[in-house]
């Protein structure tokens, strides 16, 4: 489903780290969005999808893998604007989530930490 082998490690990433296993809520509406829920609380942590590059102000009409983790409280935005690889949350809170295209333009290791932190977050 997900075209880029940067979207399948993080999807490995999180099943094997957390246990997590994607949910597809809106198989008819939007195939390509995948949900990840802590284990505990089973909040969200993350979502998987594919958008088209302009939703994140991005001038050209590509369709682009992201995955959308939770961030601080009212710190999104600015770790956003301080981050070129990082962008406001699309079609979530973002004041409290971040954006990350998954092109190989963040390097994994950089990821799993934001993966985790969203994790942590969710079990606030």
């Known amino acids: 489903m997900y075209k880029n082998k940067q979207t399948t490690r993080i999807i ?13 809520l809106w198989p008819d509406r939007f195939p390509t969005y995948s949900i990840y829920r802590h284990n505990e609380n089973r909040k969200w942590f993350a979502l998987i999808g594919s958008i088209p590059s302009m939703s994140l102000g991005i001038d050209d ?7 959308n983790l939770k961030f601080d409280k009212n710190q999104a935005l600015d770790f956003a604007e301080s981050n ?3 962008f406001p949350a699309y ?3 973002k004041n409290n989530w971040i954006t990350i295209i998954l092109d190989d333009s963040l390097e ?12 942590l977050l969710s079990d606030e």
Not at 12 to 24: D, L, M, R, S, V
Not at 61 to 67: A, D, L
Not at 108 to 119: G, M, N, Q, V
Request: glycine residues 6%; charged residues 35%; proline residues 3%.
């Open 12 to 24: 490995g990433y999180i099943k094997t780290e957390y246990g997590a296993e994607p949910e597809f």
């Open 61 to 67: 009409e590509k369709e682009i893998e992201i995955i």
């Open 84 to 86: 070129e690889h990082v």
């Open 91 to 93: 079609h979530m809170n």
């Open 108 to 119: 994994d290791e950089a990821i799993y930490e934001l993966i985790k932190k969203s994790y």
